[in-house]
């Protein structure tokens, strides 16, 4: 069984991996046979992660330690919420890559997030997006001044079902020294919280501050997230956080949902074993679009069947 605290650079280069050559000389998918964290090292722009991608690999390893956990029925699928169509995907465009991936999206039937980031432009496709499909999906903010996530909240009303934010990303490579982040605490969060006018969730709990900062403010949904391992933050995977503050976190929401390096059906099967309503899907729903187009996602989700 994986142990993630065991994991080295030197096993990441013994470890035999298979990709073909980029289907397009811009993308910055390697369009692995797996993708599981071992074609784009260190990425960032690009698909892969921070420590050398290790709570990348850390996350897709893990899973497959509860894969014998006996569950019924699986979690609900959602998009999980991506930007950077250009600079992190190489996309051509930066406004069709948000249609283009909401229309595939809804032609797999999977849920639907939208994320937010440097400039305006990413969250503004998002929302656009979502007009014009008349959609509605969970609205991830990046953690902003109170003032200024207040505006981005009244940005997206409309198409929002859901007002969450993704906690840990001041903390973001792809970021830094862009924009003003900040770490927010439950008094930050309870104002946001209020402003919303709908269910608030909070995305990125993966340390033991996060999980005191949820016991005050209890959101109507936690998001137990690395950000795919693309934030500096502690060594692991969500897969053996869950497990380990699963039951404690259900205590102070109405939901627990989880991403990270969930490849097939065992792996959501674990999940929903673990106490998690929903899972998030990034990667797979980005290299299912680059290599399928507006039918990739459908196509990619019967690894999950």
């Excluded at 090292?41 to 956990?69: D, R, S």
């Excluded at 973001?172 to 605490?185: C, F, P, S």
């Excluded at 993966?206 to 900062?213: A, G, L, S, V």
């Amino acid at each position: 069984m994986f142990n993630e605290n065991n994991f080295t650079p030197l096993l990441l280069k013994q470890r035999k991996y298979f990709m073909i050559a980029r289907m397009c000389a811009e993308y910055k998918c390697y369009f692995c046979e797996t993708c599981e964290g071992l074609g784009c090292t260190g990425e960032l722009p690009g698909m892969g992660g921070v420590f050398k991608n290790a709570n990348f690999i850390a996350n897709c390893a893990a899973w497959k330690n509860y894969h014998q956990l006996p569950t019924e029925g699986l979690p609900e699928i959602r998009l999980a919420p991506i930007t950077g169509g250009v600079e992190n995907i190489g996309y051509p465009n930066e406004e069709d890559f948000y249609f283009d991936l909401i229309e595939a999206a809804l032609e797999a039937g999977v849920r639907l997030s939208i994320g937010d980031g440097c400039p305006d432009i990413k969250l503004q496709s998002g929302i656009a997006a979502l007009k014009q499909y008349r959609a509605k999906a969970a609205v991830f903010i990046k953690p902003y001044p109170n003032k200024k996530f207040f505006e981005r909240i009244d940005w997206a009303r409309e198409q929002a079902e859901i007002i969450g934010i993704d906690i840990d990303s001041y903390n973001i490579v792809t970021m830094r020294n862009l924009v003003n982040l900040e770490k927010k605490n439950a008094q930050n969060l309870q104002a946001l919280q209020r402003y919303a006018h709908r269910p608030f969730a909070v995305k990125g709990i993966f340390t033991d501050d996060d999980i005191e900062t949820m016991r005050d403010l209890k959101p109507d949904i936690i998001v137990i997230s690395n950000h795919g391992g693309r934030i500096e933050t502690r060594r692991g995977s969500t897969a053996n956080f869950l497990a380990a503050h699963g039951k404690e976190l259900r205590q102070y929401c109405g939901e627990l949902w989880v991403d990270g390096g969930l490849r097939c059906k065992a792996d959501l099967l674990a999940a929903k074993a673990l106490g998690a309503s929903q899972i998030m899907l990034g990667r797979p729903c980005i290299t299912a679009l680059l290599r399928y187009g507006k039918s990739g996602i459908k196509r990619m989700l019967t690894a999950f069947q």
